[in-house]
């Protein structure tokens, strides 16, 4: 518990929300790289993890979508909405990439990734603001 609340007190020394060109520059790139992971041949693609497939979509989309939050002033519906249509967008270019194939699971995973990265930003935004 003490350690939380340490933790806590140095986010907000920090002013985390006070760096959007940061966060921008660290979306754009987790955007580049996962959007590259993605639609590399899977023998070629560095795993995370030995996690499985959907896990990795999870991690993945709960970081863009805090970092997504944290870049831009989007409203919850309007970020969960972009977020949910570029994974659509990967799953669309993995069906016409060779080695690759698009499952709906993969959306799936990738909606439950941002419902709880959306949420982690508003707990952090309510702690750290």
């Known amino acids: 518990m003490i350690v939380i609340h340490l933790?806590?007190?140095l986010l907000k020394k920090l002013h985390?929300?006070?760096?959007?060109?940061?966060?921008?520059?660290?979306?754009?790139?987790?955007?580049?790289?996962s959007y590259t992971?993605?639609?590399?041949?899977?023998?070629?693609?560095?795993?995370i993890a030995t996690w499985s497939?959907?896990?990795q979509h999870v991690l993945a989309f709960v970081v863009l979508g805090m970092l997504l939050r944290?870049?831009?002033?989007?409203?919850?519906?309007y970020a969960l909405l972009c977020l949910i249509g570029y994974g659509a967008f990967i799953e669309v270019?993995?069906?016409?990439t060779?080695?690759?194939?698009?499952?709906y699971k993969d959306i799936v995973a990738d909606t439950i990734g941002t419902f709880i990265g959306?949420?982690?930003?508003?707990?952090?935004?309510?702690?750290?603001?």
């Open 7 to 9: 933790w806590s007190l």
């Open 16 to 33: 985390l929300f006070k760096y959007q060109r940061f966060f921008r520059l660290l979306f754009w790139l987790a955007i580049v790289v």
């Open 37 to 47: 992971a993605a639609i590399l041949p899977q023998d070629i693609t560095l795993q």
């Open 53 to 55: 497939d959907k896990a």
């Open 70 to 77: 944290f870049a831009y002033p989007l409203g919850y519906w």
């Open 93 to 96: 270019s993995q069906y016409f």
């Open 98 to 103: 060779p080695d690759r194939m698009a499952e």
């Open 118 to 129: 959306l949420k982690l930003y508003k707990y952090f935004y309510k702690v750290f603001k």
